[in-house]
């Protein structure tokens, strides 16, 4: 028995936040803010645990709608213990610092929410408890009620470096929390590994519960496709422009090409990054030995690349093909990926080619939907024309829906509670599981809104 609350993420892709009361023990599983809103909005619903207990708090990876908002948890709870992966510490310390200007201009006319300051996040980082891959920690909430200790441990979620799912064993159960989860090796990151018990209840994410598989090629089929189009662009002296995550996305599509320019698949060409993603990329290097990879050999930082703050005009890219892997993922406004882009869009020989998700309020999604010679609305009263060739690709950090089911049928669990992905997804995967266990309970969560199971 425990009581289940979702703070964020639940019906939705968002700040993904969710507290658990095992018999006294609070405990909160990952931290986010929402990647679409502002301010308030973009915060977990910390007044609803206001009056619990909160004594443990799990990150599961350092993107930043399961992790951006930690900080402002700890200045309601400083008493809170933190723990993460090794990876995944080491990442937050670029990723929370970089936010902090951005999170001061959003929270500057919101007198109730203080932003957080550089010190505070030096100090935060300092105070995450490491947990390595399959060893358990033991815990007890200070108004803890049961007999012996909870025991968590950490198992690798093959979604990015570092990230994790945890298996929470109590007196009485077996309750396992995906996270973001992927079975399918990347370029860099191998595939998930499950404990191989019987759980009770999985708390299971569903991001890709609505895309149907053939949308979503291997890996390798997937950049072959790339590598095609990709050349048609270069071989016409255009450039490509690939929008990236800096965490994870640029990492594994920066390895991708680089292996295909080796394989002669792809036109050798200059490949330029830029922002916090070529920190990581060392990040990545400095814990090959003892993260689970493909290839421990490989260092990201050895690939060939020119830092983006070093192209010193635009016109360098109409004489000399080339890629540039910038973020952000989505062409937000003003960003690396948004500014260059609105230069693509101008010429009908380069290309700006989308690798992964794109929220539908995003200048990125109205560009992927673009076609050549058509005209987009990005900001209110100005019309922009697409004269560049406009290409989606497909490589995924998530599991494929039938990789979904593939875990509920390892884990068998008596319950599954469904999060991190939206309504079409959530009822694809519930009706599925049901026809083939139709003992499984299957449960559609709301924000806010407290369970007893």
């Not at 109205?366 to 060739?389: G, H, M, P, Q, Y």
């Not at 139709?438 to 449960?443: M, R, T």
């Amino acid at each position: 028995m425990f009581e289940f609350l979702p703070l964020g993420g639940a019906g939705e892709i968002g700040s993904s936040c969710f507290y658990l009361n095992i018999k006294g023990t609070g405990i909160i599983l990952d931290c986010g803010m929402h990647p679409r809103k502002t301010g308030i909005d973009a915060l977990p619903q910390f007044d609803l645990i206001a009056d619990k207990n909160v004594d443990f708090v799990f990150i599961s990876h350092a993107h930043h709608d399961h992790i951006g908002a930690l900080p402002f948890l700890v200045k309601r709870f400083p008493y809170v213990k933190i723990f993460s992966s090794r990876q995944t510490r080491a990442i937050a310390d670029i990723t929370l610092h970089n936010t902090v200007a951005i999170l001061e201009e959003q929270f500057k006319d919101i007198p109730e929410i203080k932003p957080y300051t550089h010190i505070e996040i030096e100090s935060l980082i300092k105070s995450i408890n490491i947990m390595d891959y399959k060893e358990a920690v033991e815990l007890y909430g200070w108004r803890a009620i049961h007999k012996t200790p909870i025991k968590i441990s950490a198992w690798d979620a093959g979604h990015i470096l570092g990230a994790a799912a945890f298996l929470i064993e109590t007196e009485n159960e077996k309750i396992f929390y995906t996270g973001d989860i992927n079975l399918s090796e990347q370029a860099v990151i191998k595939g998930a590994e499950l404990p191989e018990i019987k759980i009770d209840v999985l708390i299971q994410e569903s991001t890709y519960g609505a895309t149907d598989s053939n949308e979503l090629q291997s890996w390798w089929i997937e950049a072959k496709r790339l590598a095609t189009k990709m050349n048609s662009i270069l071989e016409n002296q255009g450039s490509v422009l690939i929008p990236v995550f800096s965490l994870g996305k640029m990492q594994e599509i920066l390895l991708t090409i680089s292996v295909l320019m080796e394989r002669n698949d792809l036109i050798k060409a200059d490949i330029y990054t830029g922002g916090i993603g070529r920190k990581i990329n060392r990040i990545y290097d400095t814990f090959k030995y003892t993260s689970v990879r493909i290839d421990k050999n490989m260092n990201l930082s050895d690939i060939p690349q020119t830092d983006i703050y070093e192209l010193k005009s635009f016109n360098h890219l109409l004489k000399n093909p080339s890629v540039l892997l910038l973020p952000s993922g989505m062409m937000i406004k003003s960003t690396l990926s948004y500014n260059y882009g609105m230069e693509f869009l101008k010429r009908n020989n380069f290309g700006i080619f989308t690798v992964g998700y794109m929220d539908i309020d995003t200048p990125g999604y109205l560009i992927s939907k673009a076609s050549s010679n058509t005209k987009i609305l990005l900001d209110e009263n100005k019309e922009i024309a697409i004269k560049c060739n406009i290409e989606n690709f497909k490589f995924s950090a998530h599991s494929r829906r039938e990789e979904l089911l593939e875990i509920v049928d390892k884990l068998l669990p008596e319950r599954i509670i469904f999060v991190h992905g939206e309504e079409k997804a959530i009822n694809w995967l519930g009706e599925s599981i049901l026809k083939k266990y139709p003992k499984i309970k299957a449960n559609y969560v709301i924000n806010g809104k407290e369970y007893n199971f």
